[in-house]
């Protein structure tokens, strides 16, 4: 069956620095998409990054980037740079199969940004 | 692009009576849409999967004669709680998939409290 697991609760990060949230994930198929959504207390989804399992290269989009490892199942989550405004809850997902399209989440991560 | 919109953005209601819920894209055809729900500081968890013009597929353990479920068109689903009860209270997010890709564009989620 497919998993994601966040194991980390909570996170403290000082302004401008780097912070790596982590994200491990099982999965028998060979064609998946891992996805890192920011949550802030609104509530709404806010998509940062996605990471196909064919990509060569680790994505980036602006201060994220993704650090995929693919024989360790991780896709860690890594901003640059922390903001006041990253403060957030931070999803992992995983696209389960090409079909459907359904998404799996990991329990979540909140990042708070320390001035 | 790739907007989508919920309505109630909150709504409260009284136990014994039935809530509806909109979720629009309001940019893009949307083949599928999914129905998430959430409690305070957990993950996401879906409900359902809606494809235009055919039934709603549900996840194991969620009550489909509760939650009611309609795909009319590519830019409309909408979910109903049914007899509402104060555990149903929670927020209720939406997810659509343009036919193009797989992402999921999500929408800006529905808080419904049931008293």
């Known amino acids: 069956a497919q998993k994601i697991t966040q194991t980390q609760p909570g996170m403290f990060v000082q302004e401008k620095e780097a912070v790596t949230l982590d994200c491990t994930y099982d999965?028998?198929?060979?064609?998946?998409?891992l996805f890192w959504y920011k949550q802030p207390s609104s509530g709404e989804m806010i998509f940062l990054i996605y990471?196909?399992?064919?990509?060569?290269q680790n994505a980036t989009e602006g201060r994220y980037s993704l650090n995929f490892q693919k024989a360790r199942k991780s896709a860690n989550l890594v901003i640059s740079a922390s903001q006041l405004g990253d403060s957030a809850m931070y999803f992992c997902a995983m696209r389960e199969g090409p079909e459907t399209g359904k998404l799996i989440f990991g329990q979540g991560t909140t990042l708070q940004v320390k001035p | 692009g790739a907007v989508v919109s919920q309505h109630p953005s909150r709504v409260i209601c009284k136990s014994g009576t039935s809530v509806k819920i909109e979720c629009r894209s309001l940019d893009f055809q949307a083949t599928t849409m999914f129905w998430y729900r959430q409690f305070p500081k957990q993950s996401l968890m879906l409900m359902a999967t809606s494809n235009e013009g055919s039934k709603a597929t549900y996840e194991q353990g969620v009550e489909k004669d509760k939650f009611l479920i309609n795909h009319a068109s590519l830019t409309l689903s909408t979910l109903t709680v049914t007899s509402a009860h104060p555990e149903d209270s929670s927020f209720y997010i939406c997810?659509?998939?343009?036919?193009?890709?797989?992402?999921?564009?999500f929408g800006p989620g529905t808080r419904l409290t049931v008293t």
């Open positions: 997810s659509a998939r343009p036919s193009w890709n797989y992402e999921q564009y």
């Open positions: 999965t028998s198929d060979p064609s998946y998409g």
């Open positions: 990471q196909g399992s064919y990509d060569q």
